[in-house]
């Protein structure tokens, strides 16, 4: 696997765990691109973007794409950030981060 696609991966996990932290499992991307900085990650707003499309052709999210970005975690989004299903080009939690 390529340094980017492992960075891709962690990116992808994290983007859903902070939905799945979120009281309501929604966020928009402006403060998700925030957000993962407290993650190391510094990926520009189109990034994030980038990877939430993916995150909904995957059906781990759902996004309104208005002015803001609004993305929404899935019941099966839920599952993959807590660990109970595994995605390929979603990185797997660790044990004991769910």
Not at 13 to 36: A, C, G, V
Not at 51 to 75: H, P, R
């Given at each position: 696997m390529?340094?980017?696609?492992?960075?891709?991966e962690?990116?992808?996990?994290?983007?859903?765990?902070?939905?799945?932290?979120?009281p309501d499992y929604t966020q928009?991307?402006?403060?998700l691109?925030d957000l993962?900085?407290?993650y190391?990650?510094t990926?520009?707003?189109?990034k994030?973007?980038?990877?939430?499309a993916?995150?909904?052709e995957?059906?781990?999210?759902?996004?309104?794409?208005g002015?803001?970005?609004?993305?929404?975690?899935?019941e099966?989004?839920?599952?993959?950030?807590?660990g109970?299903?595994t995605?390929?080009?979603?990185?797997r939690?660790?044990?004991?981060?769910?």
């Amino acid at each position: 696997m390529s340094y980017e696609q492992t960075i891709q991966e962690h990116l992808r996990i994290t983007l859903l765990r902070l939905l799945y932290e979120d009281p309501d499992y929604t966020q928009n991307d402006s403060l998700l691109t925030d957000l993962t900085e407290a993650y190391g990650f510094t990926p520009s707003r189109d990034k994030v973007r980038t990877e939430l499309a993916w995150l909904a052709e995957q059906g781990l999210v759902t996004i309104d794409d208005g002015k803001i970005i609004i993305a929404m975690l899935t019941e099966r989004g839920a599952d993959v950030a807590r660990g109970r299903v595994t995605v390929p080009g979603v990185k797997r939690p660790s044990p004991g981060r769910r």
